[in-house]
């Protein structure tokens, strides 16, 4: 069967500081009309910072959209052009204050593909040194340490919800247990 939807029509109805919205008119496998509304990120980069001790380098921020202090892995959106690898130590050191001796891509996820673009190029973070964080004007966020095995817990306890932190833990308990080499 072939599932592809064929753009007849499309508007751009907002364009934000990080967002657009685009609305479409999509012809169907069926040959109907349907409508999508299409929200069109740059893309962003994740870091996965595991040090010698088996511990995750988190940040904690206050998310508008949830309305409460979300414990995450360090990320941020691509500058225009930017290599997201380049991205993601920035994003470290922005956030944590660690530089890193490895900066290794492990996956890419696609957020909420029924309505957005967004790709995250997700990194794993090792021989880290503790430095200065530097965030940007507008972030007041704090980092800290704590075991993987602490923030499985802390997903399935519902305390952390956030997707790219989630699939982050995942992936370093998998390098702890050297099921995943990097």
Known sequence: MNYEEKTTSRKNIYEGSVIKVD???VSLPNGNEGKR?????????AVIPINENGEMYMVRQYRKPLEKVSL???????????????????????????D???????????????????????????GLTEGESC?????????EKI???ELIKMVLNHE??????????????????GE???
């Open 37 to 45: 509304d299409l929200v069109i990120h740059p893309g962003a980069s």
């Open 160 to 177: 952390i919800t956030d997707a790219k932190s989630i699939i982050g833990i995942l992936i370093a308990d998998k390098v702890i247990k």
């Open 23 to 25: 609305a479409l008119t």
């Open 72 to 98: 995450e892995i360090p990320a941020g959106k691509l500058d225009p052009g930017e290599d997201p690898q380049v991205c993601a130590g920035r994003e470290l050191k922005e956030e944590t204050g660690l």
């Open 147 to 149: 075991a993987v095995p």
């Open 180 to 182: 995943i080499k990097v």
């Open 100 to 126: 890193a001796e490895t900066v290794q891509h492990i996956v890419s996820i696609h957020t909420t593909p029924g309505f957005c673009n967004e790709v995250i190029h997700m990194y794993v973070a090792t």
């Open 135 to 143: 965030a940007d004007e507008d972030e007041f966020i704090s980092a």
